[in-house]
């Protein structure tokens, strides 16, 4: 077992009483305080900002008659009948009547006699929850409730219920009261409020102080729908403030990072041999990239910039050019992928591209073992080595650079922050750290791309090559596979070859997905004189590495797989994209599948193949994969479809711990989060301080709770 942490000290900075400790308030005791704490809850602020994740409307009586399938309510009538049974499991239901001569059931599966005891015909009961049709009319299951006496005039709240987020071993309703008394002692803007009072951006919103008591003490007159959906202005200046705290905690790690000294490199000799001997010009787009990224490596600072770029943009000359600037300098640059396929990939190109100058390219994954890992080791240590490519293993502890002055990463979002970070500082001697280059081939949108990465600086190669074959993508039912099949053998009679991708391994009775298993049998036996080939993320690592270089050489002409092929090898030879299901997959990984083809000089098509019936959302992505290539569009399609949290996965710091801002639906005020935040940093770090503390000191707590 773990041993326990001990509760963190409460942050030095907070607003006078913000900082006292939870057991201040009365009836918190040690048990209770060590409850709260492995929650975060540690100390008066920590109540303040833990937020209602919704509300409970008990300020007014809804008839029975008047109740709406899915709309919580609150009704006050009599018991007209109490039935108990055991069906599966124990049943108490509870037919409710009121002066609107309608009858709604109470129904229970946890309950205790005494609690079945109560509801005696005739008894007057408030209860509160959300209807739904049943057996016999409406139903409400598992209602809170009240027994009111004959002379009860049960008065109504004159302020929405807020319904708080659970904290294990403290019921909702004690939790409820400790908020309430951390309440009372909220001090007033004078002592709370950081932001500047005469913002122009903070017009219309109210101060702190009234936004907090009025999104925990919700007045019975408050624009309630506004409130559930997280625009009230309340809501919008607590968001605001939480935004700037995340986006002031990233540039603060910036800085921090950027306080290190990096090797200033500005030699382009070997740039401008590279550019001379390459079979292609450069686009305006990796032109303006790469004087961005050559802006940067000049300076004795480190690099910390992102490049996006659709697939096919041609991001990896851009790294190659840099690279070349560090080996010019005498220094050493690396290049890490997430998976030795795409790393054999850069591989390939580096050293087409680089050798010919007399640079010097190392390969270092895994598979690279005994003698072999010893000589490459020994190259990098000793600085033969000038550009190393590899996977993970370029972050292990016995990988000693001779002096890494860049550190370049590829599809940067499989990778932690921490792993980046581990790679950066193999860099040079005398406390210097590495230029830091991270890719992607997954366009971000912008609005996202400011909070997500404040800590990075952001490049976009927004254009693609000329002469690349625009793809046609299809989207047929599933019915119409045995015509896929013949369009298969017609293109592999040419001399194509082709991929059909399928979204599960094994067979499963819950999924309607046709298994790579078995689809791979299907098309070996229909297609008989062809060469098919697997490949699914079961198999051993050398399995995939041969069934994929099968592919890549043109031994196999056609290759069932799952979704491992997302980033892999560059086949320009593959025309024709299939995606069995594809209503199951996100626009992102669907852009990135077909972008498997459409490499070479040939046409090429992907065809997305659906089980119907389509749901909504399932029709969008499929028309939107049918009307753009553009990946960037593609992005927008995705943040508006499954929102910033799926789109981003829970890998970036602090963007799974908002616990009110919505990236998307708060997109609107990170342009002035930017303003504010650099006005902070230049003008009042200790302010900055402040609010990062605030709001994202808490966060971090639970974390490491």
């Not at 201040?24 to 048990?31: A, N």
């Not at 600072?301 to 560090?326: F, H, N, Y």
């Not at 921490?418 to 005398?430: I, N, S, V, Y």
């Not at 009679?493 to 791979?520: F, K, M, N, P």
Request: glycine share 8%; charged share 25%.
């Amino acid at each position: 077992m773990a041993a326990r942490r001990s509760p963190a000290p409460p942050a030095a900075g907070l607003a006078p009483g913000a900082a006292a400790p939870l057991s201040s308030l009365p009836g918190v005791g040690p048990r209770i305080a060590e409850k709260l704490a492995a929650r975060g809850l540690q100390t008066l602020q920590d109540l303040w900002l833990q937020l209602p994740r919704g509300y409970e409307d008990r300020t007014a009586l809804t008839p029975v008659r008047n109740l709406q399938p899915g709309v919580p309510a609150q009704v006050e009538g009599r018991v007209e009948a109490v039935e108990r049974g055991f069906r599966y499991r124990p049943l108490l239901r509870v037919a409710l009547g009121d002066a609107s001569r309608a009858t709604v059931v109470l129904r229970f599966f946890h309950f205790r006699a005494a609690q079945a005891a109560q509801f005696q015909p005739g008894v007057r009961v408030r209860a509160y929850g959300t209807p739904r049709p049943g057996q016999r009319g409406l139903e409400i299951v598992h209602p809170s409730y009240t027994i009111l006496g004959e002379d009860d005039e049960g008065a109504l709240g004159d302020r929405l219920d807020p319904v708080y987020p659970a904290v294990e071993g403290v019921g909702p309703a004690r939790l409820k009261t400790l908020i309430a008394q951390a309440l009372d002692r909220l001090p007033g803007d004078d002592i709370l409020e950081l932001l500047p009072p005469r913002e122009p951006g903070l017009r219309g919103l109210p101060g702190l102080r009234e936004a907090l008591l009025t999104v925990h003490r919700p007045p019975r007159d408050v624009d309630l729908a506004a409130l559930r959906a997280g625009t009230h202005p309340a809501q919008r200046r607590l968001a605001l403030e939480e935004l700037l705290a995340h986006h002031l905690s990233m540039r603060r790690q910036r800085m921090s990072r950027q306080s290190h000294a990096a090797a200033a490199l500005a030699d382009q000799r070997l740039v401008q041999q590279l550019r001379k001997q390459l079979p292609f010009a450069l686009t305006a787009a990796q032109e303006r990239v790469f004087a961005e990224v050559r802006a940067d490596l000049a300076r004795p600072v480190p690099m910390l910039r992102l490049v996006q770029g659709d697939v096919g943009s041609g991001k990896t000359v851009v790294a190659a050019m840099a690279a070349l600037m560090a080996v010019a300098d005498g220094r050493q640059a690396a290049l890490m992928a997430p998976t030795e396929l795409l790393a054999e990939q850069h591989l390939a190109n580096l050293r087409a591209w680089l050798e010919p100058l007399g640079v010097g390219v190392a390969w270092l994954a895994g598979r690279v073992t005994g003698r072999a890992r010893g000589r490459t080791l020994a190259d990098v240590a000793e600085g033969r080595a000038q550009v190393v490519v590899g996977t993970h293993a370029l972050m292990q502890e016995g990988v000693a650079f001779h002096d890494l002055a860049l550190a370049i990463v590829d599809e940067q979002h499989r990778f932690g922050v921490h792993q980046r970070l581990a790679l950066r500082d193999k860099g040079g001697e005398g406390g210097r750290v590495a230029h830091q280059l991270v890719m992607t081939a997954t366009p971000i949108p912008r609005t996202l791309a400011m909070a997500a990465y404040a800590d990075l600086d952001v490049s976009a190669i927004d254009e693609l090559p000329p002469g690349r074959t625009p793809i046609t993508t299809v989207v047929l039912a599933a019915g119409r596979r045995p015509e896929l099949v013949e369009r298969i053998r017609a293109a592999c009679a040419e001399g194509r070859q082709a991929y059909w991708v399928c979204t599960i391994i094994d067979e499963s009775d819950e999924v309607v997905a046709q298994a790579a298993q078995a689809t791979w049998e299907g098309l070996s036996a229909a297609l008989p004189e062809l060469r098919v080939g697997l490949v699914h993320g079961r198999m051993k690592a050398a399995e995939k590495q041969a069934a994929m270089r099968a592919f890549k050489d043109g031994a196999t002409q056609l290759l069932v797989a799952t979704t491992v092929i997302e980033v892999g090898v560059d086949v320009p030879n593959a025309s024709l994209m299939v995606i069995e299901n594809a209503e199951r997959l996100g626009l992102a990984q669907l852009h990135q599948l077909r972008g498997r083809v459409g490499r070479g000089s040939a046409a090429s098509s992907c065809v997305l193949l659906y089980q119907p019936p389509l749901s909504r959302m399932a029709r969008e992505r499929l028309e939107t994969m049918r009307e753009t290539g553009d990946g960037f569009v593609i992005a927008e399609k995705d943040l508006e479809l499954r929102g910033p949290g799926e789109l981003l996965g829970t890998r970036q710091t602090g963007l799974a711990s908002f616990r009110l801002a919505d990236l998307e639906r708060d997109a609107d005020m990170l342009p002035l989060v930017q303003e504010l935040g650099d006005r902070l940093l230049r003008d009042e770090p200790a302010v900055a301080a402040r609010v990062v503390e605030r709001w994202v000191g808490v966060a971090a707590r639970y974390a490491s709770a």
